[in-house]
């Protein structure tokens, strides 16, 4: 079991930036990848940015490609997500999951996942 708790959240205005951090407990050692979630209101939740947790290989959503940085301080157990010329759309809320398989990086592959941690872009 791994335990994921999301934090950084906040209200930022469009073209604003936020760093988003995941502290990660438990068998960590088993997870393949980690990953971050978007889901808005009403809609489903959709992949943003995940990476290997060996180190290596990162992937983005393509709205995130060049926008958004992901990335793993190990001694910590921390996930991180850079987040920089942030759109406007009110508020979403950002999760946290790991995985321990290959595979497409859609959401009923991640088994664990945090509370999630909410952002708020005004206009």
């Known amino acids: 079991q791994i335990y994921l708790m999301e934090s950084g959240g906040g209200f930022v205005q469009s073209g604003g930036s936020l760093r988003l951090s995941c502290a990660a407990s438990?068998?960590?050692?088993?997870?393949?990848?980690m990953a971050w979630f978007v889901q808005a209101p009403g809609k489903e939740r959709e992949f943003v940015a995940a990476l290997k947790y060996t180190g290596g290989m990162t992937y983005y959503a393509t709205s995130a490609q060049g926008r958004f940085t992901i990335s793993l301080d190990k001694a910590k157990t921390t996930l991180y997500l850079e987040m920089s010329n942030l759109r406007p759309g009110g508020t979403a809320v950002y999760y946290c999951?790991?995985?321990?398989?290959?595979?497409?990086?859609?959401?009923?592959?991640?088994?664990?996942w945090g509370q999630g941690t909410q952002v708020t872009v005004s206009e």
């Open positions: 438990g068998r960590v050692e088993n997870t393949y990848a």
């Open positions: 999951a790991t995985r321990n398989t290959i595979g497409p990086d859609a959401a009923p592959d991640y088994i664990y």
